[in-house]
């Protein structure tokens, strides 16, 4: 899972929460054969936002309608934004969020080529920050997780490690490369390393020190 800060974005929904402080929730745009963008997405009431989406000329066939204390919208819009570019490069949106002219993209990227593919199209971005990077998680991980107080952070630097045989003798990957495919830094990667080591060893050795004594 990756979650993207996308900043200076100049499609239709940015530029209506940069100028009515909305908050929007958006679900994946659709690209039409058209080359139309299908828009879906919701707000708490706003009448300014529904005027300044109204009046905009890059967007079509406006629809609202009200639920739940919430209004729905569904339009066209003329301008593809940065977010297309991520979902043509692999990345899956799980959520998509717009507020002062900013989004938080967040989804999945399966594999390490999809992930590189993605994270390479961020940075020829202009805008996009990379937030946070995570894996996906299983009951059995969690366990594994709490059993050996790990953060996930920590957890996931000793999968990747162990997945690319960093600790294979002799070693088949570098640190650099291990930080690569998590999208990190090299010194971030070492460190979540170092520290997730030092709370393995630690617990390993307090519990056969307490076997001993007893």
Known sequence: MTEFRIEGDDCPLADATRATNAVVDGAPPLLRDDGNVLLRFSAAPNDDLSQ?????????????????????????????????????????????????GSAILTGAVVGHEVLRSVMETAGETVGVKLERVYALRT??????AQQWDLTPAQEESLRQAVNMG???????????EVASAMGISKSAFIERLHRAQHALFTQLFQSGADDDET
């Open 166 to 176: 960093y600790f294979t003798v002799p070693r088949k990957t570098t640190a650099d």
């Open 52 to 100: 300044f989406l109204d009046t905009d000329d890059r967007i079509r066939y406006l629809y609202q309608s009200a639920n739940d204390g919430k209004y729905n919208y569904r339009c066209l819009s003329l301008h593809q934004c940065v977010v297309h570019e991520l979902i043509s490069a692999g990345f899956m949106v799980e959520s998509l969020t717009y507020q002062d």
């Open 139 to 144: 009951e059995e991980d969690d366990s594994i």
